[in-house]
Protein backbone atom coordinates (compact mmCIF):
# COMPACT_ATOMS: atom_id res chain seq x y z
CA UNK A 1 0.00 0.00 0.00
CA UNK A 2 1.34 3.01 -0.92
CA UNK A 3 0.28 5.02 2.30
CA UNK A 4 2.77 2.69 3.95
CA UNK A 5 5.68 1.89 1.55
CA UNK A 6 6.18 5.74 0.30
CA UNK A 7 4.19 7.94 2.60
CA UNK A 8 5.98 11.29 0.96
CA UNK A 9 4.54 10.80 -2.53
CA UNK A 10 1.55 9.39 -1.34
CA UNK A 11 0.97 12.99 0.77
CA UNK A 12 1.63 14.62 -2.13
CA UNK A 13 -0.85 13.13 -4.12
CA UNK A 14 -3.14 13.42 -1.18
CA UNK A 15 -2.39 17.33 -1.64
CA UNK A 16 -2.83 17.18 -5.16
CA UNK A 17 -6.08 15.77 -4.91
CA UNK A 18 -7.47 18.39 -2.43
CA UNK A 19 -6.26 20.84 -4.64
CA UNK A 20 -8.38 19.71 -7.62
CA UNK A 21 -11.41 19.13 -5.31
CA UNK A 22 -11.46 22.51 -3.75
CA UNK A 23 -10.53 25.02 -7.44
CA UNK A 24 -13.28 25.02 -10.13
CA UNK A 25 -11.04 23.99 -13.22
CA UNK A 26 -11.17 26.44 -16.35
CA UNK A 27 -7.56 25.61 -17.75
CA UNK A 28 -8.40 25.14 -21.36
CA UNK A 29 -6.28 21.71 -21.45
CA UNK A 30 -7.32 19.82 -18.20
CA UNK A 31 -10.53 17.41 -17.40
CA UNK A 32 -11.31 14.88 -15.04
CA UNK A 33 -11.09 10.97 -16.18
CA UNK A 34 -13.75 8.40 -15.29
CA UNK A 35 -12.87 5.95 -12.46
CA UNK A 36 -12.77 3.35 -14.36
CA UNK A 37 -10.61 4.77 -17.18
CA UNK A 38 -7.78 5.37 -14.25
CA UNK A 39 -8.69 1.38 -12.83
CA UNK A 40 -7.60 0.67 -16.78
CA UNK A 41 -4.88 3.48 -16.84
CA UNK A 42 -3.25 1.62 -13.46
CA UNK A 43 -3.91 -1.97 -14.13
CA UNK A 44 -1.39 -4.95 -14.42
CA UNK A 45 -0.88 -4.45 -18.39
CA UNK A 46 1.53 -1.66 -17.49
CA UNK A 47 3.67 -4.87 -17.06
CA UNK A 48 3.70 -5.96 -21.03
CA UNK A 49 5.79 -5.22 -23.65
CA UNK A 50 4.15 -5.28 -26.78
CA UNK A 51 6.28 -4.06 -29.68
CA UNK A 52 4.52 -3.46 -33.30
CA UNK A 53 1.09 -3.89 -34.03
CA UNK A 54 -1.56 -6.77 -33.36
CA UNK A 55 -0.76 -9.82 -34.14
CA UNK A 56 2.63 -9.01 -35.56
CA UNK A 57 4.28 -8.23 -32.42
CA UNK A 58 7.81 -9.46 -31.83
CA UNK A 59 7.22 -10.70 -28.13
CA UNK A 60 5.28 -13.72 -27.11
CA UNK A 61 1.99 -13.84 -25.30
CA UNK A 62 0.21 -11.02 -26.96
CA UNK A 63 -3.31 -13.03 -27.33
CA UNK A 64 -5.10 -10.82 -24.80
CA UNK A 65 -2.83 -7.28 -25.57
CA UNK A 66 -3.96 -7.77 -29.18
CA UNK A 67 -7.51 -7.81 -28.25
CA UNK A 68 -7.58 -4.84 -26.61
CA UNK A 69 -5.52 -2.53 -28.98
CA UNK A 70 -8.19 -4.15 -31.23
CA UNK A 71 -11.33 -3.25 -29.05
CA UNK A 72 -9.69 0.49 -28.56
CA UNK A 73 -9.48 0.59 -32.45
CA UNK A 74 -12.52 -0.53 -33.43
CA UNK A 75 -14.51 1.91 -30.65
CA UNK A 76 -12.48 4.59 -32.32
CA UNK A 77 -13.33 3.88 -35.66
CA UNK A 78 -16.86 3.54 -34.49
CA UNK A 79 -17.05 7.10 -32.81
CA UNK A 80 -15.05 8.75 -35.06
CA UNK A 81 -16.11 7.10 -38.33
CA UNK A 82 -12.87 6.66 -39.15
CA UNK A 83 -11.57 4.38 -41.93
CA UNK A 84 -8.22 4.39 -40.08
CA UNK A 85 -6.61 4.79 -36.79
CA UNK A 86 -3.86 4.24 -34.70
CA UNK A 87 -3.75 4.41 -30.83
CA UNK A 88 -0.50 3.67 -30.45
CA UNK A 89 0.88 7.62 -30.37
CA UNK A 90 2.25 8.29 -26.53
CA UNK A 91 1.28 11.91 -27.21
CA UNK A 92 0.51 14.83 -29.23
CA UNK A 93 3.62 15.79 -30.91
CA UNK A 94 4.55 12.83 -31.82
CA UNK A 95 1.59 11.75 -33.45
CA UNK A 96 1.78 15.45 -35.08
CA UNK A 97 5.57 14.64 -36.22
CA UNK A 98 4.35 10.69 -37.30
CA UNK A 99 1.64 12.56 -40.11
CA UNK A 100 4.22 15.07 -41.17
CA UNK A 101 6.41 11.87 -41.71
CA UNK A 102 3.90 10.39 -43.24
CA UNK A 103 2.55 12.31 -45.71
CA UNK A 104 5.82 15.20 -46.32
CA UNK A 105 9.23 15.30 -47.48
CA UNK A 106 11.92 17.52 -46.24
CA UNK A 107 11.24 21.01 -47.67
CA UNK A 108 7.56 20.77 -48.79
CA UNK A 109 4.98 23.70 -48.02
CA UNK A 110 2.82 23.71 -45.48
CA UNK A 111 -0.08 25.95 -45.15
CA UNK A 112 -1.76 26.55 -41.17
CA UNK A 113 -2.48 29.20 -39.18
CA UNK A 114 -0.17 31.93 -37.49
CA UNK A 115 1.79 30.96 -34.70
CA UNK A 116 0.49 34.12 -33.10
CA UNK A 117 -3.22 33.31 -33.60
CA UNK A 118 -3.63 29.73 -32.01
CA UNK A 119 -1.15 27.83 -33.41
CA UNK A 120 0.69 24.91 -31.70
CA UNK A 121 4.43 24.63 -31.64
CA UNK A 122 4.19 21.56 -33.62
CA UNK A 123 2.27 22.96 -36.16
CA UNK A 124 5.22 25.73 -37.12
CA UNK A 125 7.48 26.99 -34.43
CA UNK A 126 11.08 27.86 -34.76
CA UNK A 127 12.12 25.47 -32.06
CA UNK A 128 10.15 22.23 -33.25
CA UNK A 129 11.09 20.26 -36.19
CA UNK A 130 8.26 21.28 -37.74
CA UNK A 131 9.83 24.42 -38.82
CA UNK A 132 13.33 22.99 -39.17
CA UNK A 133 12.09 20.18 -41.91
CA UNK A 134 8.99 21.75 -43.73
CA UNK A 135 8.25 25.62 -45.65
CA UNK A 136 5.60 27.22 -42.94
CA UNK A 137 3.32 29.28 -44.78
CA UNK A 138 0.83 31.46 -42.57
CA UNK A 139 -2.62 32.42 -42.50
CA UNK A 140 -4.81 34.64 -40.29
CA UNK A 141 -7.47 35.52 -38.15
CA UNK A 142 -9.63 38.80 -39.86
CA UNK A 143 -8.89 41.96 -37.18
CA UNK A 144 -12.36 42.88 -38.03
CA UNK A 145 -14.50 40.05 -37.18
CA UNK A 146 -12.26 37.22 -35.55
CA UNK A 147 -12.78 34.66 -37.61
CA UNK A 148 -10.38 32.64 -40.13
CA UNK A 149 -10.32 34.04 -43.06
CA UNK A 150 -11.42 31.67 -45.68
CA UNK A 151 -10.59 33.66 -48.75
CA UNK A 152 -7.22 34.50 -47.49
CA UNK A 153 -6.74 30.42 -46.92
CA UNK A 154 -7.82 29.77 -50.27
CA UNK A 155 -5.63 32.65 -52.01
CA UNK A 156 -2.67 31.50 -50.46
CA UNK A 157 -3.35 27.66 -51.33
CA UNK A 158 -3.60 28.51 -54.68
CA UNK A 159 -0.66 30.99 -54.74
CA UNK A 160 2.07 28.54 -52.94
CA UNK A 161 0.50 25.08 -53.78
CA UNK A 162 1.07 23.72 -49.94
CA UNK A 163 1.74 20.08 -50.04
CA UNK A 164 -0.59 19.79 -46.36
CA UNK A 165 -3.34 22.34 -45.17
CA UNK A 166 -3.60 21.80 -41.62
CA UNK A 167 -6.81 23.26 -39.63
CA UNK A 168 -6.48 23.27 -35.95
CA UNK A 169 -6.80 25.89 -33.30
CA UNK A 170 -5.78 25.48 -29.58
CA UNK A 171 -7.75 28.94 -28.27
CA UNK A 172 -10.64 29.48 -31.58
CA UNK A 173 -13.80 29.58 -30.12
CA UNK A 174 -15.87 29.57 -33.26
CA UNK A 175 -16.74 26.30 -35.78
CA UNK A 176 -14.82 25.66 -38.42
CA UNK A 177 -16.04 25.08 -42.05
CA UNK A 178 -14.77 21.56 -42.63
CA UNK A 179 -16.28 21.44 -46.21
CA UNK A 180 -14.43 25.15 -47.25
CA UNK A 181 -11.21 23.52 -46.31
CA UNK A 182 -11.48 20.54 -48.38
CA UNK A 183 -12.65 22.52 -50.94
CA UNK A 184 -9.35 24.39 -50.94
CA UNK A 185 -7.29 21.25 -50.82
CA UNK A 186 -8.92 19.69 -53.44
CA UNK A 187 -7.90 22.73 -55.28
CA UNK A 188 -4.34 22.57 -55.37
CA UNK A 189 -4.12 19.27 -54.54
CA UNK A 190 -2.94 19.49 -50.76
CA UNK A 191 -3.24 16.57 -47.98
CA UNK A 192 -5.81 18.15 -45.86
CA UNK A 193 -4.91 17.43 -41.78
CA UNK A 194 -6.99 18.49 -39.31
CA UNK A 195 -5.70 18.33 -34.82
CA UNK A 196 -9.04 18.18 -33.24
CA UNK A 197 -7.19 18.33 -30.01
CA UNK A 198 -9.35 21.15 -28.06
CA UNK A 199 -12.90 19.79 -29.71
CA UNK A 200 -12.59 16.12 -30.19
CA UNK A 201 -15.11 15.23 -26.96
CA UNK A 202 -17.64 18.06 -29.08
CA UNK A 203 -17.45 15.59 -32.31
CA UNK A 204 -17.44 12.35 -30.63
CA UNK A 205 -20.87 14.10 -28.51
CA UNK A 206 -22.50 14.83 -31.64
CA UNK A 207 -22.04 18.75 -30.70
CA UNK A 208 -19.63 19.87 -33.56
CA UNK A 209 -19.50 18.72 -37.26
CA UNK A 210 -17.31 15.97 -38.05
CA UNK A 211 -13.94 16.54 -39.93
CA UNK A 212 -13.26 12.92 -40.10
CA UNK A 213 -14.95 12.74 -43.32
CA UNK A 214 -13.68 15.69 -44.90
CA UNK A 215 -10.22 15.10 -43.54
CA UNK A 216 -7.06 12.88 -45.05
CA UNK A 217 -5.80 12.45 -41.73
CA UNK A 218 -6.94 13.56 -38.32
CA UNK A 219 -4.82 13.89 -34.69
CA UNK A 220 -5.89 14.29 -31.19
CA UNK A 221 -5.12 14.30 -27.77
CA UNK A 222 -7.44 11.72 -25.78
CA UNK A 223 -7.35 14.03 -22.69
CA UNK A 224 -8.74 17.21 -22.35
CA UNK A 225 -12.43 17.62 -23.44
CA UNK A 226 -12.49 13.61 -24.12
CA UNK A 227 -11.72 12.92 -20.27
CA UNK A 228 -9.74 10.05 -21.19
CA UNK A 229 -5.62 8.99 -20.33
CA UNK A 230 -3.00 11.12 -21.19
CA UNK A 231 -2.28 10.04 -24.63
CA UNK A 232 -3.32 10.59 -29.07
CA UNK A 233 -4.79 8.98 -31.64
CA UNK A 234 -4.00 9.59 -35.65
CA UNK A 235 -7.12 8.73 -37.76
CA UNK A 236 -7.28 8.70 -41.55
CA UNK A 237 -7.95 7.74 -44.77
CA UNK A 238 -7.67 4.00 -45.82
CA UNK A 239 -4.46 4.73 -48.44
CA UNK A 240 -2.61 6.32 -45.67
CA UNK A 241 -2.34 3.54 -42.85
CA UNK A 242 0.93 2.00 -44.15
CA UNK A 243 2.75 5.29 -44.13
CA UNK A 244 1.32 6.46 -40.76
CA UNK A 245 2.11 2.81 -39.03
CA UNK A 246 5.59 2.73 -40.12
CA UNK A 247 5.88 7.00 -39.15
CA UNK A 248 4.25 5.86 -36.01
CA UNK A 249 6.40 2.57 -35.56
CA UNK A 250 9.58 2.60 -35.94
CA UNK A 251 10.28 5.83 -36.56
CA UNK A 252 9.07 8.15 -33.50
CA UNK A 253 8.45 5.52 -31.24
CA UNK A 254 8.81 1.94 -29.92
CA UNK A 255 6.91 0.66 -27.05
CA UNK A 256 3.11 1.28 -26.93
CA UNK A 257 1.67 1.75 -23.65
CA UNK A 258 -1.00 -0.91 -23.20
CA UNK A 259 -2.08 0.06 -19.95
CA UNK A 260 -2.99 3.53 -21.26
CA UNK A 261 -4.35 1.93 -24.46
CA UNK A 262 -6.77 -0.05 -22.53
CA UNK A 263 -7.75 3.49 -20.57
CA UNK A 264 -8.88 4.55 -24.16
CA UNK A 265 -10.87 1.52 -25.18
CA UNK A 266 -12.74 2.39 -22.02
CA UNK A 267 -13.00 6.19 -22.85
CA UNK A 268 -14.27 5.55 -26.35
CA UNK A 269 -17.21 3.42 -24.32
CA UNK A 270 -18.02 6.22 -21.92
CA UNK A 271 -17.71 8.15 -25.35
CA UNK A 272 -20.59 6.14 -27.57
CA UNK A 273 -23.11 6.25 -24.60
CA UNK A 274 -25.70 8.83 -24.67
CA UNK A 275 -24.93 10.90 -21.61
CA UNK A 276 -21.66 11.60 -23.04
CA UNK A 277 -23.55 13.59 -25.56
CA UNK A 278 -25.77 14.89 -23.42
CA UNK A 279 -22.95 16.45 -21.28
CA UNK A 280 -21.06 18.02 -24.91
CA UNK A 281 -24.34 19.87 -24.83
CA UNK A 282 -24.06 21.00 -21.61
CA UNK A 283 -20.53 21.99 -22.22
CA UNK A 284 -21.52 24.58 -25.01
CA UNK A 285 -24.95 25.79 -23.10
CA UNK A 286 -22.42 26.68 -20.22
CA UNK A 287 -19.77 28.21 -22.06
CA UNK A 288 -22.21 30.44 -23.99
CA UNK A 289 -23.79 31.43 -20.70
CA UNK A 290 -20.33 32.16 -18.94
CA UNK A 291 -19.28 34.31 -22.20
CA UNK A 292 -22.29 36.30 -22.06
CA UNK A 293 -22.13 37.06 -18.16
CA UNK A 294 -18.46 37.98 -18.38
CA UNK A 295 -19.25 40.12 -21.50
CA UNK A 296 -22.26 41.39 -19.42
CA UNK A 297 -19.30 42.55 -17.07
CA UNK A 298 -17.50 44.49 -19.24
CA UNK A 299 -15.04 42.00 -20.59
CA UNK A 300 -13.60 42.25 -24.44
CA UNK A 301 -14.38 38.30 -25.19
CA UNK A 302 -12.68 37.29 -28.62
CA UNK A 303 -15.26 37.36 -31.35
CA UNK A 304 -17.83 37.81 -28.84
CA UNK A 305 -18.66 34.60 -27.84
CA UNK A 306 -18.28 31.05 -28.47
CA UNK A 307 -19.90 28.29 -30.10
CA UNK A 308 -17.66 25.37 -28.41
CA UNK A 309 -16.29 24.99 -25.05
CA UNK A 310 -13.62 28.24 -25.24
CA UNK A 311 -13.74 31.63 -23.92
CA UNK A 312 -10.62 33.78 -24.94
CA UNK A 313 -10.82 36.99 -22.77
CA UNK A 314 -8.84 40.11 -23.29
CA UNK A 315 -8.02 41.14 -19.65
CA UNK A 316 -5.80 43.94 -20.21
CA UNK A 317 -8.17 46.03 -22.46
CA UNK A 318 -11.14 45.14 -19.60
CA UNK A 319 -9.71 46.24 -16.82
CA UNK A 320 -5.75 47.32 -17.52
CA UNK A 321 -4.38 44.68 -15.99
CA UNK A 322 -1.84 41.98 -17.32
CA UNK A 323 -2.49 38.20 -17.06
CA UNK A 324 0.00 37.90 -14.30
CA UNK A 325 -1.94 40.35 -12.12
CA UNK A 326 -5.32 38.08 -13.34
CA UNK A 327 -3.81 34.93 -12.87
CA UNK A 328 -2.74 35.72 -9.07
CA UNK A 329 -6.11 36.96 -8.12
CA UNK A 330 -7.95 34.35 -9.49
CA UNK A 331 -5.46 31.77 -7.98
CA UNK A 332 -6.05 33.51 -4.86
CA UNK A 333 -9.96 32.47 -5.05
CA UNK A 334 -8.98 29.30 -6.42
CA UNK A 335 -10.15 29.69 -10.14
CA UNK A 336 -7.36 27.71 -12.40
CA UNK A 337 -6.95 29.60 -15.87
CA UNK A 338 -4.11 29.75 -18.44
CA UNK A 339 -2.28 32.15 -20.28
CA UNK A 340 -3.26 33.02 -23.70
CA UNK A 341 -2.31 35.75 -26.76
CA UNK A 342 -5.28 36.84 -28.44
CA UNK A 343 -4.90 37.51 -32.26
CA UNK A 344 -2.41 40.81 -33.08
CA UNK A 345 -1.81 40.68 -29.42
CA UNK A 346 0.57 44.24 -28.63
CA UNK A 347 2.22 42.41 -25.30
CA UNK A 348 4.66 39.19 -25.19
CA UNK A 349 3.91 35.39 -25.18
CA UNK A 350 4.83 35.06 -21.36
CA UNK A 351 3.04 38.14 -20.44
CA UNK A 352 -0.16 38.35 -22.60
CA UNK A 353 -3.01 40.25 -22.91
CA UNK A 354 -5.81 37.43 -22.36
CA UNK A 355 -6.76 34.55 -20.49
CA UNK A 356 -8.10 31.64 -22.13
CA UNK A 357 -10.79 29.33 -19.86
CA UNK A 358 -13.33 26.34 -20.68
CA UNK A 359 -16.35 24.47 -19.03
CA UNK A 360 -15.74 21.29 -19.70
CA UNK A 361 -13.87 20.26 -15.87
CA UNK A 362 -16.84 22.62 -14.12
CA UNK A 363 -19.54 20.84 -16.82
CA UNK A 364 -17.94 17.31 -15.45
CA UNK A 365 -18.75 17.94 -12.12
CA UNK A 366 -21.95 18.53 -13.11
CA UNK A 367 -22.28 22.45 -13.09
CA UNK A 368 -25.14 24.11 -14.97
CA UNK A 369 -25.85 27.48 -16.28
CA UNK A 370 -26.76 29.45 -12.82
CA UNK A 371 -23.11 27.84 -11.25
CA UNK A 372 -21.66 29.79 -14.66
CA UNK A 373 -23.10 33.01 -13.32
CA UNK A 374 -21.85 32.37 -10.03
CA UNK A 375 -18.29 31.70 -11.70
CA UNK A 376 -18.61 34.65 -13.87
CA UNK A 377 -19.36 36.66 -10.49
CA UNK A 378 -16.28 35.09 -8.90
CA UNK A 379 -14.34 35.75 -12.02
CA UNK A 380 -14.45 39.56 -12.07
CA UNK A 381 -14.92 40.33 -8.12
CA UNK A 382 -11.18 38.70 -7.96
CA UNK A 383 -9.67 40.88 -10.99
CA UNK A 384 -11.57 44.36 -10.23
CA UNK A 385 -10.35 43.72 -6.29
CA UNK A 386 -7.16 41.57 -7.12
CA UNK A 387 -5.39 43.82 -4.10
CA UNK A 388 -8.11 43.40 -1.36
CA UNK A 389 -7.31 40.70 0.51
CA UNK A 390 -10.90 40.63 2.63
CA UNK A 391 -12.89 40.47 -0.55
CA UNK A 392 -10.31 37.82 -2.22
CA UNK A 393 -11.14 35.41 1.07
CA UNK A 394 -14.66 35.58 0.54
CA UNK A 395 -14.66 34.78 -2.93
CA UNK A 396 -12.37 31.48 -2.12
CA UNK A 397 -15.41 30.39 0.33
CA UNK A 398 -17.46 30.99 -2.26
CA UNK A 399 -15.61 28.28 -4.79
CA UNK A 400 -15.25 26.41 -1.65
CA UNK A 401 -19.20 26.20 -1.51
CA UNK A 402 -19.73 25.62 -5.19
CA UNK A 403 -16.88 22.66 -5.16
CA UNK A 404 -18.63 20.96 -2.10
CA UNK A 405 -21.70 21.21 -3.67
CA UNK A 406 -20.67 19.37 -7.02
CA UNK A 407 -17.56 17.01 -5.85
CA UNK A 408 -15.50 15.41 -8.98
CA UNK A 409 -15.78 11.84 -7.97
CA UNK A 410 -18.91 10.73 -6.10
CA UNK A 411 -18.76 7.46 -3.31
Same mark, same amino acid.
Given at each position: ????????????????????????????????????????????????????????????????????????????????????????????????????????????????????????????????????????????????????????????????????? $? &?????????????? #?? @?? *??? +????????????????????????????????????????????????????????????????????????? $? &?????????????? #?? @?? *??? +??????????????????????????????????????????????????????????????????????????????????????????????????????????????????????????KFPIYKN
Open positions: MLEKNDKVLFDLIQKEAHRQDTEIELIASENYTSKDVMEAAGSILTNKYSEWYPWKRYYAWQEYIDQIENLAIDRCKELFWAEYVNVQPLSWSPANLAVYLAALKPGDKVLGLSLDQWWHLSHGHPLNFSWLLYEIIPYTIDKETWLIDMDEVERLAIENKPNMI $I &AWFSAYPRNLDWKR #FR @EI *ADK +VGAVLMADIAHIAWLVAGKVLENPVPYCDIVTSTTHKTLRWPRWAIIMSKEKFWPAIARAVFPWVQWWPHEHL $I &AAKAVAFAEALKPE #FS @EY *AKQ +VVKNAKVLASELMNNWFKIVSNGTDNHLILIDVFWSYWVTWKEAEKALELVWLSTNKNMIPYDTRKALDPSGIRIWTPAATTRWMMESEMKIIAHIFTEAIKNKDDENILKQLKKEVLELCN
